[in-house]
């Protein structure tokens, strides 16, 4: 690991390790940061990467690699979760490796530029998608190349002036882009190791979501060839299962057909899994889904109460829940969803039936998980907090982890969202360990059948 580097990119850790968010609990390596470094490789520069996330990285991994690769340039990305993290770590960067180029992106900075800039620790933010934006830093940064104000995408100080460059267009053509690297990180240590993003952006307009807001509301998608090129490649490092971490791999049916043939027709004998929306979905391809590998797929439910779904800006309604939940239990393909817990037009009222329709989809043998409504910078909650009726009562972005409330909500005090979400959560358990007991008692009932007959 002696070998000088032009690019250290560095995955910000969770304060919260344990959080619904946390990588660490996903389980998912930091495919953001490996398409760019995997960007610069194919471009001539040396790039890798530094997962926090990993248990046991720490400063001092990041003090050998800064000594024995002596990276000019250092990458830090963040959400909003992992921001102060990411600014700690640009701290010590600038304290005992001054000379070296800090720059930060992901999605909380890509909105709130201004703060990490002004804390003296970064020298540029990379706003949106960092590919591009990225190899024309270091044209500029490495090689004298580029008018520092002719990058898109590029936020940064000039004296105590603050300079914003135009945003950077979208990669119209994902197929462009090379396939992550997986050499970059150590592969083996993430539970769902082989993941793959199949598009940017989503087409939803959820209210509580940035997705629109850092895709510019464009969703765009890589080619069926090239997905499944990416599946046999990952199938050649010895990989069976797959994990696809785009926002809705399914908005696009005759895209997901052709996946679907595709996997089929070169009889690739792989499992995968995928999140999706109920009102995209009927049996038939369901079936299908089944057919080419498909154990398990993920529903945003958020509410149990249709006025609720309808106020989230969902589009979806209750009997189309009801419809894919039975579905998928029909067809043998495990679901999983997420419910919300004091969004901006809560009552308790509505938040029992949340909870209720919760336990409901549970019974039917869904995988559920409860979460606190959180306004992220970027998403319409975020930008309409007056409109909404929301008092933010605490901007301390270690906290913004969807299990402790930040705002009063006009129908709410953080208190009784923290309560109500602390009383889902139990219930929650409580119906899952009946549903073991019940489960257990029905095994041994059926030997005892057996034993007698």
């Known amino acids: ?30 495919l953001g940061i490996c398409y760019i470094a995997t960007w610069l490789n194919s471009k001539g520069y040396k790039a890798e990467l530094l997962d926090f996330y990993i248990r046991g990285v720490t400063l001092r991994n990041l003090d050998e690699r800064m000594n024995n690769q002596q990276p000019k340039i250092v990458g830090i990305s963040t ?9 700690r770590i640009a701290r010590h960067i600038k304290a005992y490796y001054p000379k070296v ?4 992106g992901g999605c909380h900075v890509t909105f709130e530029y201004e703060e990490p800039l002004r804390s003296g620790y970064v020298d540029y933010i990379s706003r949106g998608e960092g590919e591009i934006t990225f190899e024309e830093l270091c044209d500029h940064v490495l090689h004298g190349k580029q008018d520092i104000r002719q990058i898109d995408g590029l936020s940064y100080m000039e004296g105590d002036q603050l300079i914003c460059n135009k945003d950077r267009a979208f990669i119209c053509d994902l197929d462009r882009l090379p396939y992550p690297d997986r050499s970059l990180f150590d592969i083996e240590k993430y539970s769902y190791p082989a993941s793959i993003s199949t598009s940017r952006g989503c087409p939803g307009r959820c ?49 997901l057909n052709r996946i679907i043939e595709l996997i089929m027709e070169k009889n690739l004998n792989i499992t995968w899994a995928c999140e999706s929306r109920v009102d995209i979905i009927d049996k038939p391809l369901l079936q299908r889904l089944k057919a080419a590998g498909c154990k398990a797929l ?67 043998g869904a995988q559920i998980v409860f979460s606190i409504s959180t306004p992220y910078p970027g998403t319409y909650m975020y930008n309409h907090t007056d409109e909404l009726g929301l008092e933010i009562i605490n901007k301390d972005t270690d906290y913004y982890t969807t299990q402790t409330p930040v705002y009063h909500s006009k129908n709410l005090k953080a208190y009784e969202i923290q309560n109500r ?4 959560c139990v219930k929650l358990a409580k119906n899952n360990k009946s549903q073991l007991i019940s489960a257990k008692y029905k095994k041994v009932m059926d030997e005892a059948m057996k034993v007698s007959v």
């Not at 959400?79 to 600014?87: A, D, H, M, P, R």
């Not at 850092?214 to 990416?230: A, C, D, F, N």
């Open 1 to 30: 690991m002696n070998k000088t580097l032009d690019v250290l990119l560095i995955n910000a850790p969770s304060p919260n390790p344990g959080s619904i968010l946390s990588h660490r609990i996903q389980g998912l390596p930091p």
């Open 79 to 87: 959400t909003t979760e992992t921001y102060k993290s990411g600014l």
């Open 101 to 104: 180029i800090v720059v930060m």
């Open 207 to 255: 209210i509580f979501c940035a997705a629109t807001a850092l895709s510019g509301g464009k969703y765009r998608m890589r080619s069926p060839e090239s997905v499944v090129g990416e599946i046999e490649y990952l199938i050649g490092m010895g990989h069976k299962h797959i994990q696809f971490i785009d926002d809705t791999m399914t908005a696009s049916i005759r895209r």
């Open 298 to 364: 993920q529903f945003g439910v958020e509410a149990g109460n249709q006025e609720m779904l309808d106020s989230l800006k969902k589009n979806i309604t209750l009997e189309q829940i009801h419809q894919v939940f039975n579905w998928c239990s029909e067809v043998g393909i495990a679901a999983a969803s997420c419910l919300i817990i004091g969004q901006p037009f809560d009552t308790p009222e509505t938040i029992d039936q949340t909870i209720a329709i919760g336990l409901e989809l549970q019974n039917r």
């Open 421 to 424: 979400f602390f009383d889902a």
